[in-house]
């Protein structure tokens, strides 16, 4: 099993321009989330999914939009990246249920928006 | 929305002694605590968690406390070794829907 895979690892961007965001998963699970991480913030959840063709907003959803056309993968966009973008997008899933153990991260993309 | 603090922002020991991480959470719905470790450059990894039905836990050299009451829960780790230098997240969520993270200790522990 790959796990938690992410596309592109790296991504430099001008202002204005959009890009998408490819997180896949093969363990067959239900919850899939967006977070970001900027310095001495933590992660900040942008969107989420309970399920194929669902989403919802985190905390810090301005900017972003996702989908969730597939189970395995969850796309996050950013129409018209902005300095403020600038950031590590971590992917992550897990089961339904949390009688399991919790969160499975991806490896990370790391976005600089000039 | 759910508010999670999390006390030092670093800390440094040295190694064999214990280190406590300290998170408090707004939120009295919240009904699950996962603490991450995140090793510089990579990603966030689970290395234990608690729900509220649950005092405490261990597993090895690391623990989990949780008061309910206080809303507070705090990470212990003993017979600290030099692998253990990360930074750490605590976070809350209600239900496993969303989760809120703590900002992070950086962890150091002097060989």
């Known amino acids: 099993n790959a796990g938690v895979t992410q596309t592109p690892k790296f991504r430099v961007l001008k202002t204005g321009q959009s890009m998408t965001l490819l997180c896949a998963q093969d363990m067959n699970h239900e919850y899939m989330y967006w977070y970001r991480q900027d310095p001495g913030m933590g992660l900040r959840l942008i969107h989420y999914s309970v399920g194929e063709g669902t989403t919802a907003k985190g905390e810090v959803p301005d900017g972003y939009n996702v989908s969730r056309l597939k189970k395995q993968n969850f796309l996050l966009g950013l129409e018209s990246a902005a300095p403020s973008q600038t950031s590590v997008y971590f992917c992550?899933?897990?089961?339904?249920?949390?009688?399991?153990?919790?969160?499975?991260f991806g490896p990370g993309t790391r976005l600089t928006v000039t | 929305g759910e508010n999670v603090e999390q006390h030092p922002s670093t800390l440094s020991v040295q190694e064999g002694d214990s280190a406590v991480i300290k998170c408090t959470y707004s939120?009295?719905?919240?009904?699950?605590f996962p603490w991450y470790k995140q090793e510089l450059g990579k990603r966030p990894q689970l290395i234990i968690d608690?729900?509220?039905?649950?005092g405490e836990k261990k597993d090895q050299r690391i623990a989990v406390t949780l008061n309910k009451t206080a809303k507070h829960f705090s990470l212990h780790i003993t017979e600290t070794q030099p692998e253990d230098s990360a930074v750490y997240f605590c976070a809350a969520s209600i239900r496993g829907n969303q989760f809120y993270f703590g900002t992070g200790t950086s962890l150091t522990v002097i060989p």
């Open positions: 939120d009295s719905a919240s009904n699950y």
């Open positions: 608690i729900r509220s039905n649950v």
């Open positions: 992550a899933s897990r089961p339904l249920g949390l009688a399991v153990e919790g969160q499975y």
